[in-house]
């Protein structure tokens, strides 16, 4: 299994706070991504780096920022959460030299009250 | 705009049989192709990946095929178990994009 961990694995918040989720890979892969899947929408992209400092938006990026500030850590945050993004947050990675190959996480399942 | 849409959504099927998932994609421009398994309650384990210069890729008792003319990609899987019992997730990379477009999957039930 590649080198991907997720912290917490399981959090529970109230709305209006902030929160942040964090993924460490130990893989060296230069490509970091956040997912969030949720029943009959499958999984979405929120945000992802392609290096150190270097993040884009995915497909539902709003009320979500992110940080990557070394290779082998990217912090997802929830500005202000609220109720829509509970769901189950999946982050992975990448590398030009394997075609790119996705590898996932273990996830972290966020509920927001 | 990529769509990525996978048929069934569901299948059942007694241990033994040998069994087809679909995956299809309505751009063909694609870089490549990714097959994934997912557990209840787990990550995505990657499965096969196929180049879109291929034509197919196995892995034991998993064989993947692209036609990429057709926006379509297989997975067959030999004599099934109840351990492939999960949800099977396609995804394609496109060729100028960062970005895996995924599937809703397929939810596969194998008994024995």
């Known amino acids: 299994d590649a080198g991907i961990t997720q912290s917490p694995r399981h959090k529970v918040t109230e709305t209006g706070t902030p929160v942040t989720l964090r993924c460490h890979q130990t893989?060296?892969?230069?490509?970091m991504y956040w997912y969030r899947q949720d029943p009959g929408h499958g999984l979405r992209l929120i945000h992802y780096s392609y290096g150190v400092k270097d993040t884009d938006k995915g497909e539902v990026s709003d009320g979500y920022s992110v940080s990557r500030s070394k290779t082998e850590d990217f912090l997802l945050t929830l500005e202000s959460a609220t109720s829509s993004q509970t769901s189950v947050y999946f982050c992975?990675?990448?590398?030009?030299?394997?075609?790119?190959?996705?590898?996932f996480g273990p996830g972290t399942r966020l509920t927001v009250t | 705009k990529q769509e990525v849409t996978q048929i069934p959504a569901a299948l059942s099927v007694p241990e033994g049989e040998n069994l087809v998932l679909n995956c299809s994609f309505t751009?063909?421009?694609?870089?490549?192709l990714q097959w994934f398994r997912q557990d209840p309650g787990k990550g995505l384990t990657s499965l096969l990946l196929i180049q879109s210069s291929q034509r197919e890729q196995t892995s034991g008792r998993l064989n993947a095929s692209l036609d990429k003319s057709s926006g379509r990609s297989t997975l067959y899987i030999a004599a099934s178990q109840p351990g492939d019992s999960a949800t099977y997730l396609c995804a394609v990379r496109g060729r100028n994009t960062d970005k895996l477009i995924f599937g809703t999957g397929t939810r596969l039930q194998v008994f024995p």
């Open positions: 751009d063909s421009a694609i870089y490549n």
């Open positions: 992975a990675i990448s590398e030009q030299v394997r075609s790119y190959e996705q590898y």
């Open positions: 893989e060296n892969h230069r490509y």
